[in-house]
């Protein structure tokens, strides 16, 4: 599972983030409405990723991995049955909170393995944030960096920012 729900999540996110415009194109949005479709998803996630990790450790990591999905397909059925822009945009802030619950419970669920611990407070600080904020699409590249909460924000900052030269290059 932890190697087949990364790629699952992400070809869906893909596939949503095509077909979200074209649904708006076909409901004649205006190209502000087309941009924020991304940018709310990507906004909520930013704003909740950090949290999720203490939520999935008092309600189990697999709970969240498969909720997530489940609601970010009911959110895409949903779109697919709408005829109002104002509600794919509300789905897309629920497709934000979607993949906060599935990533951040996903990357501690790797670092479980790795370390053998369960509490993820590292996962609370900056660099989910940062992660979110600075990297969003470098999940879509198959990358992801586990952060310690012993180094300083600014040296476990470093490594998300070396990969935005890398991330323009390939979607450019």
Avoid at 14 to 30: R, T
Avoid at 37 to 46: C, F, K, P, R
Avoid at 57 to 63: H, I, Q, S
Avoid at 104 to 133: F, H, I, M, N
Wanted: include cysteine; aromatic fraction near 10%.
């Amino acid at each position: 599972m932890i190697r087949i729900a990364p790629f699952g999540m992400d070809l869906v996110l893909s596939g949503y983030y095509l077909a979200a415009p074209l649904l708006l194109i076909e409901l004649k949005a205006n190209p502000v409405e087309l941009g924020l479709v991304a940018s709310i998803t990507a906004g909520v996630h930013m704003l909740l990723a950090h949290r999720m990790g203490p939520f999935s450790d008092r309600f189990g990591r697999r709970r969240l991995i498969l909720l997530g999905p489940l609601l970010f397909a009911l959110s895409c059925l949903l779109a697919a049955m709408t005829n109002r822009v104002e509600v794919i945009l509300l789905l897309s802030a629920l497709n934000g909170l979607c993949l906060s619950l599935f990533w951040p419970p996903l990357q501690a669920w790797v670092a479980d393995l790795q370390t053998g611990s369960k509490p993820c407070s590292g996962y609370r600080d900056a660099e989910y944030g940062l992660d979110g904020l600075a990297s969003n699409r470098t999940h879509h590249l198959g990358i992801s960096i586990r952060f310690t909460s012993k180094a300083p924000l600014s040296l476990r900052c470093q490594p998300v920012l070396y990969f935005i030269p890398v991330v323009l290059w390939v979607y450019s």
